[in-house]
């Protein structure tokens, strides 16, 4: 019989190096045979990408926190009827670039809002579903704006202060802590071979966990 689907995603605060380790992991993956959806957060749909452009544009700068979390959830239950639950019905695995901790992270840790408030929509839009594996991309918050600033404009979460990002990693490594069985730290200030080889390791640990 077939494995059943799993849902892996990938987290971190800017510039941590998430794209090249989403091609790390997915290379890791199809590598064994498996069928792979590779989507991201904001977005994976139609719908939701529109509501990516609407988040990180300028467009709407000072728009409420609430509002910001809100839309956050609107694209991601579009996400998981459209795209991520008929993939893991399918019994194919779903890579996803951010989910659910990141606004944990950046609504929480950053923008300050309740965790009841985001825990309540988390129920409400996932019922129970959660990733089967994260890794999180961990770095100094100055390295990561570094390493994103020499990329491309920033956009309305880049534009932030340096302390806003500081909350967002701490708020990350609580996640970690609370969760050590489902996310797993990877120290992404180090050079791309020596992350690709720690993502690798956690890759390889989790198919021996679920085989
Ligand atoms: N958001 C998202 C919320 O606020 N709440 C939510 O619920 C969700 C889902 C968009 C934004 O939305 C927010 C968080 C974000 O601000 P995003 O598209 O994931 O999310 O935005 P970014 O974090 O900006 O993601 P990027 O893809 O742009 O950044 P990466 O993937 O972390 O960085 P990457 O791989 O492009 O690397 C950056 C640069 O560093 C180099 C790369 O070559 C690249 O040039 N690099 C390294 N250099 C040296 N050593 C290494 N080990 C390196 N690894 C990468």
Avoid at 7 to 30: C, D, H, N, P, Q
Avoid at 93 to 119: N, S
Avoid at 157 to 182: D, G, K, P, W
């Amino acid at each position: 019989m077939s494995m059943p689907g799993r849902f892996i995603t990938l987290e971190g605060v800017e510039g941590a190096g998430k794209s090249t380790a989403l091609e790390r992991v997915r290379e890791l993956l199809e590598g064994t045979g498996l069928d792979v959806v590779v989507t991201r957060e904001p977005g994976g749909t139609a719908l939701g990408e529109d509501l990516r452009t609407l988040l990180l544009g300028h467009k709407h700068t000072g728009m409420a926190d609430d509002t910001e979390l809100l839309l956050m959830f609107a694209a991601r239950a579009e996400h998981l009827h459209q795209v991520i639950e008929p993939a893991l019905a399918a019994g194919r695995w779903v890579l996803c670039d951010r989910f659910t901790d990141a606004t944990y992270a950046y609504q929480g840790g950053g923008r300050g809002l309740a965790r009841e408030r985001i825990a309540q929509l988390e129920t409400w839009v996932q019922g129970t579903r959660c990733p089967d594996l994260t890794l999180l991309l961990d770095l100094p918050v100055a390295v990561g704006l570094e390493r994103a600033g020499k990329r491309s404009a920033p956009d309305r979460f880049e534009s932030e202060q340096q302390v806003f990002f500081e909350r967002v990693r701490q708020a990350y490594l609580t996640i970690a802590r609370n969760a050590s069985a489902r996310v797993k730290v990877i120290d992404a200030g180090r050079d791309l071979g020596e992350v690709g080889a720690a993502i690798a390791a956690e890759v390889e640990a989790f198919l021996e966990r679920v085989r």
